[in-house]
């Protein structure tokens, strides 16, 4: 881990061949997060892939998390109108490990500056009810949760803590993979040293509880909910250390403003995924042959405005039938028209989305076993793009036969998909780990940059 998210970056020497067999990679090359979660340009991007991951799972919460800084509250702003179901505030401290020093030591402020400001910010534009906040950044007892509370947070993160109660002694050697309590080790030797428990956890966690319930009971509070955002109850100290003279001298009152409205999430967001073609059209179509495990073949016209086109009955055979699928081509939905955005993003093994017409951006991102095919409307439209940016962006299995052009970005973090494609744009092929493509055509700048496999 990173602190405040980089992503997840794992050394080259710390991906063995088991770890690089599941990210679809190659041993010894380094990783950073799972794509497809590192194309964000715009809080128009951003949008599309929580509604991208909101169809893949509608149950979920989805999460942005965002480093605490000046001016965070006027992003969270944006993710709030983004219909994101969460927002975490990332402090510069804490971790879990491996990050470069950059990293740690040079980005992000305390959670507490960036957690005041998205609380206010929220508060507001009326946004606050309609997400929840959290926070992270070294929380260590009941009495840091108790701040965050009533600096605004509904939910609270931990990882320095919990990894310190498991047997973690803050060596510092993450990156090295000579973790010597076995956590931060893919190293069998070391790994056999380590001792901690799920219960030690549980047990800490407890303690932590156990004191915020004392504090609630001295402030007259009955539930966390009543802390939330009551900076009332929080005053600057009235003497300070004459050791920490930068200290005596902060003005932290912008901090406790306090607004009038809703302080903790009340109102769910609307994805309005009740309205999209999978749950209006194609899933009550084919569920029963989904269920029964038969045939089903579809036909239909598509706007660009139908987004996100077998999403969500691909998760549904997902969810049936686990990550194996349906067999090949069971599920067949046939497409005309102008596609919009994330067409057959993540589908699974079994379903077939065969389109003919023009697609917008995202075709077959995080592809996950599906057959996708686009097959230009006629003769003329074979030699231009008929399909937008980023397509195959983190796809990681199944097959994609393209009779025209792509844009730009095609095939970026690509680790195990075969497509074919009659030309791509710009920084396409850039970091493929894996799969095959076939261009039958131009390619653009930087074609295939940081490859490795």
């Known amino acids: 881990g990173a602190k405040p998210g980089e992503g997840g970056q794992l050394p080259g020497s710390k991906v063995y061949p088991w770890i690089a067999e599941v990210r679809g990679s190659t041993p010894g090359i380094g990783l950073i997060s799972p794509p497809p979660h590192h194309d964000i340009y715009s809080i128009e991007d951003l949008a599309q892939l929580i509604h991208d991951l909101k169809n893949a799972n509608k149950n979920a919460n989805i999460t942005v998390k965002l480093v605490s800084k000046t001016g965070v509250g006027t992003i969270a702003a944006g993710v709030a109108k983004a219909y994101a179901d969460k927002i975490v505030i990332s402090g510069y401290d804490g971790g879990t490990g491996a990050s470069p020093k950059t990293s740690i030591q040079h980005a992000g402020v305390p959670w507490e500056i960036g957690l005041a400001e998205t609380h206010q910010t ?235 017409g023009d697609a917008n951006d995202y075709v077959g991102k995080g592809l996950s076993g599906g057959k996708v095919i686009v097959k230009a409307p006629t003769q003329e439209r074979e030699s231009e793009i008929i399909v937008g940016n980023v397509c195959f962006y983190g796809a990681s299995y199944g097959k994609a036969f393209i009779n025209g052009k792509a844009g730009e970005r095609f095939c970026i973090r690509n680790s195990g998909v075969q497509v074919v494609v009659e030309g791509i744009g710009d920084h396409g092929l850039e970091y493929m780990t894996g799969g095959r493509v076939i261009v039958l055509g131009d390619v653009g700048k930087n074609f295939g940059q940081g490859m490795s496999g």
């Not at 790994?191 to 549980?202: E, I, K, Q």
């Not at 967001?269 to 029964?292: C, K, R, S, V, Y």
């Not at 699928?325 to 065969?354: F, K, R, W």
């Open 122 to 356: 929220l508060m507001m534009n009326n946004l606050r009810s309609r997400v929840i906040v959290e926070t992270d950044g070294k929380l260590l007892t009941g009495k840091d949760v108790a701040y965050a509370c009533a600096l605004g947070a509904e939910e609270f993160g931990f990882a320095t803590a919990p990894l310190v109660v498991l047997g973690c002694v803050m060596m510092r050697v993450c990156h090295k993979d000579t973790c010597p309590v076995g956590i931060a080790t893919q190293n069998q030797d070391l790994r056999a040293l380590f001792n901690g428990r799920a219960d030690h956890v549980v047990n800490f966690m407890h303690f932590v509880a156990e004191e915020l319930r004392e504090i609630l009971a001295e402030l007259g509070l009955r539930t966390v909910d009543d802390l939330v955002g009551r900076t009332d109850l929080l005053k600057r100290k009235d003497h300070l250390s004459q050791r920490r003279p930068k200290a005596s001298s902060m003005n932290v009152e912008a901090l406790l403003y306090q607004h009038e409205g809703e302080r903790y999430k009340k109102i769910a967001q609307n994805h309005h995924l009740d309205e999209g073609f999978d749950l209006t059209q194609l899933l009550p179509d084919a569920q029963a042959a989904i269920e029964q495990q038969k045939s089903f073949t579809g036909n239909y016209v598509v706007k660009n405005e139908q987004r996100d086109v077998g999403v969500i009955t691909g998760s549904m055979i997902t969810d049936i039938y686990g990550a194996e699928g349906l067999p090949e081509d069971s599920i067949n939905v046939n497409t005309v028209g102008h596609a919009g955005q994330s067409l057959a993003a993540y589908i699974p093994q079994g379903l077939t989305v065969h389109h003919t």
